[in-house]
């Protein structure tokens, strides 16, 4: 969703702020928003688009300075596909990790589905395994938290929520997307949402950089790619920095697809590797290497308790 004209009403509240006079304002702010509206209006009806408001112009500027193509960013940002994501953002700020529901993939459902998974990609995973001495329940674990077992992957453009959350670093847009969206649907204060749009932004930028970087290489239209609110993409759900480092081509087609299962198996077992992940290792050296994956230790309990419920399961069939 994009934020229009609901931001330049949150423009308004804010200058007025400490008025007492609060019937005043609502008139003069009114009255200002008709006036826009009406000339939006009169711009449709002579033929001319709406003028929006560039939520990504300080955004372009500083990816130009970094080094990257000036006319490639500023033909890449005026495609009718990108939009500031108001909703992924807020989403995003509103249902972090605590909030997650870690049983709902240890039900039996969770878990039949798993052992199937495990049969389906044995091959893969048995090889995976072999090469990077990571459990293939522990891949398997991973895969069935991170995307269902492949089954959900995210619907968002991975540009548009990188883009969104690195433009956070701008008060501007942070005033716009508080005021007009998240302030009505939190009990978080503004407060802590500035530290959080700081810290994210931060991040979202050195993750757009990377994801750039990953679409050039691999030359893949960077407004085709879909993932989470959190910018994980692929089967694996990694951020594009951990692309960068860590995937690898599974099925040796010349391509790095996350999308696709026998690259997304195998480089969630050389991530895991590369982190330290060795076979035989006690249960708290296999938290701790989990923890890098997903920093929440309910995640890490999770991948380790699905993980030992599938080997057991595993055990009893071939014992019977
Ligand atoms: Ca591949």
Known sequence: MVVKQSSLETNFTLLFRHSYQRSALWFLATAALSLVWLLGHTDCAAGKPPVRPDFFATLKTRLVKDGFDKSLIRSLYSKPGVTFDQRGVSAYFLHREATLNYNQF?????????????GRHQKTLKRAQGVY?????????????????????????????LSALAALDNKNTRDGLWHSYLKNKTKESRRRFDTWASRKSAWAYSELKAYLKYVKVQDIDPLSI?????????????????VLRFAQDGNRDGRIDLYDHEDAIESIANYLKQHGWRPSLKRREEFRILLSYNQSKYYANTILNIAERLAKLRTKVRTN
């Open 226 to 242: 879909r993932g989470s609110y959190a910018g994980a993409l692929g089967i694996s759900q990694f951020v594009p920095s951990s």
């Open 106 to 118: 240890l039900t039996r459902s969770s878990i039949g589905q798993a052992i199937d998974y495990l």
């Open 133 to 161: 001495g990571v459990d293939e329940e522990v891949i398997t674990a991973i895969i069935l938290v991170e995307s269902r077992l492949g089954t959900s992957i995210g619907k968002r453009l991975i540009f548009n929520t």
